[in-house]
């Protein structure tokens, strides 16, 4: 049985008193894998993997390349960046918008996480390869896309830019589920798997022609349109359907204490071609 096959089971990895534990969701709460109950309320989440590397995909929904371009051609192979593993975070985390800058984005996805040693396999054997999916979003601080030459480091590789979670799920044709995210309550962006131009059979076989992939490696399979900026006390969410809902709010820190490098500039002014993609909200 591979990754899509039923019957639906989802893991979680939690805090509880100061101890982690894997955890299966049951009604009115969370079930320990020593067999105690405990409420939801009680618990810290953890990311549900450890990853060794977070490899993520450019451009793959078809109606963000619209946003990008205008126009309904698709790329021919995909591109690829990598955040920092100290990006992880977990549902309920904080996503921390330094002082000083303006466009902290979101961008719902679907996290693969690999369950076994990768490399060189085909597109239709990469199902057997994996451990489940998760709820992720993409955050990145788009203040800082004109400087890196397109590697996105400091766009999106800051600490705890990526929240994935609550869970680690199987049995679920992903293929078919939508993606739904939430400011403040009221959807913001939506988009189908079904919209992706890669397929994650696609994006894993490509990826492992090159590089070896390890359990708990997870890879970003791309985002629909409507990126747009988060503000401090804003609570946004990214729902699968058939994975789950992941919460994060934003807050506010002081800004970096060394005045050195690129310093945050705002990518909607002067031309610049992120413009349509990044949007602005008042603060």
């Known amino acids: 049985m591979h990754v899509l096959e039923g019957p639906r089971r989802e893991i979680r990895r939690i805090m509880l008193e100061g101890s982690a534990y894997w955890a299966e969701p049951v009604a009115g709460g969370l079930r320990l894998a020593d067999g105690r109950e405990v409420e939801e309320q009680a618990v810290r989440y953890l990311p549900p ?13 078809r109606s963000r390349v619209w946003e990008f371009t205008g126009k309904p051609g698709v790329p021919k192979t995909p591109t690829y960046f990598q955040k920092p593993v100290t990006a992880l ?21 679907i996290g693969a996480v690999i369950g076994r040693p990768t490399r060189n396999v085909r597109p ?4 057997e390869h994996l451990a489940g ?9 788009q203040d800082m896309r004109d400087t890196d030459a397109g590697s996105m480091l400091r766009v999106k590789g800051p600490d705890g830019f990526c929240p994935i979670g609550p869970g680690l799920v199987s049995g679920v044709d992903v293929r078919q589920s939508t993606i739904t995210t939430y400011l403040n309550g009221v959807a913001v962006q939506q988009g189908k ?3 992706m131009i890669f397929g994650i059979d696609y994006l894993i076989a490509d990826l492992a022609r090159h590089i ?8 970003l ?3 629909p349109a409507n990126s747009r900026p988060m503000q401090p006390g804003d609570l946004v969410e990214v729902e699968v359907s058939g994975l789950g809902r992941l919460a994060n709010r934003v807050v506010a ?24 993609t990044i949007g602005c909200r008042p603060n």
């Not at 549902?91 to 984005?105: A, S």
């Not at 070896?212 to 890879?219: E, F, N, R």
């Not at 800004?255 to 705002?266: F, K, L, M, R, W």
Request: some cysteine; hydrophobic content about 30%; glycine content about 12%.
């Open 49 to 61: 993997c450890n990853p060794t590397k977070i490899l993520c995909v450019h451009t793959n929904y």
């Open 89 to 109: 975070n977990a549902h309920g985390g904080q996503l921390v918008r330094p002082e000083g800058y303006q466009y902290l984005n979101y961008e719902g996805e």
């Open 124 to 127: 239709q054997d990469v199902w």
């Open 133 to 141: 999916f998760a709820v992720a979003n993409d955050v990145g601080l």
């Open 193 to 195: 798997a079904a919209e």
């Open 212 to 219: 070896t992939l390890m359990p708990g490696d997870v890879i």
């Open 221 to 223: 399979t791309g985002t």
């Open 253 to 276: 820190a002081p800004a970096p204490s060394a005045e050195v490098g690129h310093q945050p500039t705002d990518p909607t002014s002067g031309g610049s071609p992120w413009a349509p």
